[in-house]
C-alpha cells in the first residue's frame, strides 16, 4: 500500500514557475514507476509525465516538453515535478500517481489527492 500526498500548487503568473511534490508512504516507494496527471474543469484527466523506479527513463507529454521536469529522490520518498514557463492552458489539478511505468491513466494502481495550480494571464 502506498500513500500520496501533493504539495506545492497554487497561483501564479504565465510565465512562471511551480515545484510540486509528492510525498509517499511505505518502504516501496523505490519500486513503483511515478507519473503525474492533470485534470481542467470538464476535461479529461491528462498524463504529464511518467519517470521510472530508477529515474533512468522520463516520459513526458509534448506539451510539457521543455518547460516541465519530472524527478524523484527515492532517499526521501518524494517525486517532483518542476513548471517553469507555465501557461494559462496548464492551470488544472494535478495528480501524482504509483504504478508501472506509462501515460496512461490505467498502469497506476495509487493516486494523491490533487493540488490545484492556477496560472493567470
Known amino acids: 500500500q502506498v500513500q500520496l500526498v501533493e504539495s506545492g500548487g497554487g497561483l501564479v503568473q504565465a510565465g512562471g514557475s511551480l515545484r510540486l511534490s509528492c510525498a509517499a508512504s511505505?518502504?516501496?516507494?523505490?519500486?513503483?514507476?511515478m507519473g503525474w496527471f492533470r485534470q481542467a474543469p470538464g476535461k479529461e484527466r491528462e498524463f504529464v509525465a511518467s519517470?521510472?523506479?530508477?529515474?533512468?527513463?522520463?516520459y513526458n507529454v509534448d506539451s510539457v516538453k521543455g518547460r516541465f521536469t519530472i524527478f524523484r529522490d527515492n532517499a526521501k520518498n518524494t517525486v517532483y515535478l518542476q513548471m517553469n514557463s507555465l501557461k494559462p492552458e496548464d492551470t488544472a489539478v494535478y495528480y501524482c500517481?504509483?504504478?508501472?511505468?506509462?501515460?496512461?491513466?490505467?498502469?497506476?494502481?495509487?493516486w494523491g489527492q490533487g493540488t490545484q495550480v492556477t496560472v493567470s494571464s
Open positions: 519517470i521510472s523506479w530508477s529515474g533512468s527513463t522520463i
Open positions: 500517481a504509483a504504478g508501472s511505468f506509462g501515460g496512461v491513466t490505467s498502469k497506476y494502481d495509487y
Open positions: 511505505g518502504r516501496t516507494f523505490s519500486s513503483y514507476a
